[in-house]
């Protein structure tokens, strides 16, 4: 078992890990071309071979980074991968001398455990927003905003 950064030959697993978790509309769906893209902002979770868990870093801007794709596989629940995930995603934040983390989410209990608080979505700025106007759930998304001060 390793968290290790994701290489492209993870992309299918991540979007089949994060799909099944937005069939259920749990987060958003991405698509393969999102994810390889984006690759280099990617963690994973690994056991040999299986992709187990998955969670994204993307800087914004010059202080703001976001937290996505969040997902680890459902027999995994509950033994502290997705806390694990999230953990190096911060100490990536850090290092890159990011101040702040957001996320958006429809879970906002759990990021709540590690000192997100819930915020107005109109504090992010318009930036972010370049990627809800692609998304199928736009203007009328559910997800909640929430930010971390590192």
Same mark, same amino acid.
């Given at each position: 078992m390793t968290i290790r950064k994701a290489d492209v030959?993870?992309?299918?697993?991540?979007?089949?890990?994060?799909n099944f978790y937005a069939k259920r509309e749990q987060m958003l769906p991405r698509s393969l071309n999102e994810l390889y893209e984006n690759i280099?902002?990617?963690?994973?979770?690994?056991? =040999?071979?299986? &992709?187990?868990?998955?969670?994204a870093l993307?800087?914004?801007w010059e202080d703001l980074a976001e937290i996505?794709?969040?997902?680890?596989v459902k027999n995994k629940n509950g033994r502290g991968i997705g806390k694990k995930l999230l953990g190096q995603c911060m100490k990536d934040a850090r290092a890159l001398k990011v101040k702040?983390?957001?996320?958006l989410t429809y879970i906002p209990e759990y990021f709540e455990k590690f =000192?997100?608080? &819930?915020?107005?979505k109109k504090e992010l700025p318009h930036k972010i927003w370049s990627e809800c106007i692609k998304c199928m759930y736009f203007?009328?998304?559910k997800e909640i905003a929430m930010m971390k001060e590192i």
């Open positions: 030959s993870d992309v299918k697993k991540i979007q089949k890990l994060v280099r902002d990617f963690w994973v979770y690994a056991e =040999g071979s299986n &992709i187990c868990g998955a969670c993307h800087v914004d996505k794709s969040l997902a680890v702040k983390v957001f996320a =000192g997100f608080a &819930i915020i107005d203007p009328g998304c």
